[in-house]
């Protein structure tokens, strides 16, 4: 008995620092993920110009963003069912070779066909991250390194327009793509090397039938979202298709599922009311921040003159509010084990945060402009990392793969809600506002191209005003949508239940909750 007591002290004694390398590799990982559409973004124009096929452009994007989308909840499965540590490395090796690919790209179609394998390994590498972390740490501990993911996601939405505009200058643009290769490499080592997690083996089959046609529903969404308004008219009959499409492929998605032995995603964790209002609560959280992303920087650089090539440096004000927030959150959820209040805080703060946004006009300041974005980053802080918090201690371990991957999903889903229907009324708005200052011929003319502030300053005064106040109007309209959006986050959040936290540390420390805490620790230290 006390060799058990002794072992288990050294287990505890091993758990910061281990968990602190693996968590090291985590992040890079998670690095990886969200930085490369922010890095391939700047790069896009160099990339067009030299491979040619301009009218497919929006495919390097939608092919990632589909396959990602698509694969998120597989991967979740396949870790749950074969063991987190093989499926995670699996995804970090398939991104790369994706990586690698995109770099050689002769020509813009075997770009996207690349982007997509890329696209397959990134839907791993998120839930993977978020899996594993519920693995080792316990939900009352994991409240500590919410301030390091928050970080990770600033860095990488600051840094990635700039380090893409800086290889993409210097380096050429297939090193936008290689640089994953040497970072990636690093992860697989540490992750191969530091993280023993137990071994499982499967009981039953791979729900291939409810994985596509799980496939299909969110294909079919992300494609009405992409396409919407913008390929194609929203009546038109591709769209229509599509909707239709999905509905149907989501109901039988709904029916495969109660009958498949190890559906892909089981919908029994969605009889706990907090997961599934967590899971909607993540989907108006991606809506918003997704859209506040791209139309912040826009609204800076054609209405307040900003430069393009700092565009990641516009947000930080809002990318350092959700930061700090994120850690001050998760270091009281530690101490006290209380999380109810966060996402009602946070959901008021993302009401008033769009709805400040939305008051901007031709006369705002940089200076105040950058307090709205403030406010709104805190509400985006108390909700970001603890509605994947409250998912996945809502549901046994045995599904924390498929609990992280459908939160992550929900969230991704938002977002390309949130870029379609804020995209739609923001370039209605536009030109509306341009027809009424200019006419329509004019202001087809001046909305052909997007006007950086470079370009604005070459044209003529009053097309110039003109379009200034259609980019204010835009994106009044955009943050009005957002804002009304949030107050539905707001009103779920009261009806979230304080449940305990797993693993509550040494005031239980000789309780369940204790030994459950102990058992990450422990299979590290093996």
Known sequence: MSDAVKQAAQAE????????VVLMALMIAMLLAMLDNMIIGTAMPTIVGELGGLEHLSWVVTAYTLATAASTPIWGKVGDMYGRKGSFLTSIVIFLIGSALSGMAQDMGQLIGFRAIQGLGAGGLMVGVMAIIGDLIPPRERGKYQGMMAGVMALAMIGGPLVGGTITDHMGWRWSFYINLPLGAVALAMVSAVLHLPKKKAQGKIDYLGAALLTVAITSTVLVTTWGGTEYSWGSGEIIGLIVAGV?????????????????????IFRSRNFTLMSVIGFLVGFAMFGGVLYLPLFQQAVQGASATNSGLLLLPMLLSMMVVSLVAGRITTSTGKYKVFPIVGGALMIVGLFLLATMDTGTTRLVSGLYMAVL??????????????????????????ASSSATLFRTLGGSFGVALMGSLFTSRVTDTMSERLGPQAARAAGSA?????????????????????VAAGTHSAFLLGAAIAVLGFALAWFVKEVPLRGAGPAQAGGANAKAAASPADSLAH
């Open 377 to 402: 980053g805190a509400g985006l802080g108390f909700l970001m990392q603890i509605t994947m918090l409250v998912a996945q201690n809502s549901v046994d371990m045995k599904d924390m793969g498929v």
């Open 13 to 20: 004694e091993v758990k910061p620092r281990s968990v602190r």
């Open 248 to 268: 149907l492929a989501i109901a039988a998605f709904l029916w495969a599922e109660t009958k498949a032995a190890e559906p892909v995603m089981p919908l029994h």
């Open 450 to 470: 997007q006007l950086d502030a470079a370009s604005l300053a070459k044209l003529p005064e009053a097309v110039r005003d003109a379009y200034q106040h259609a």
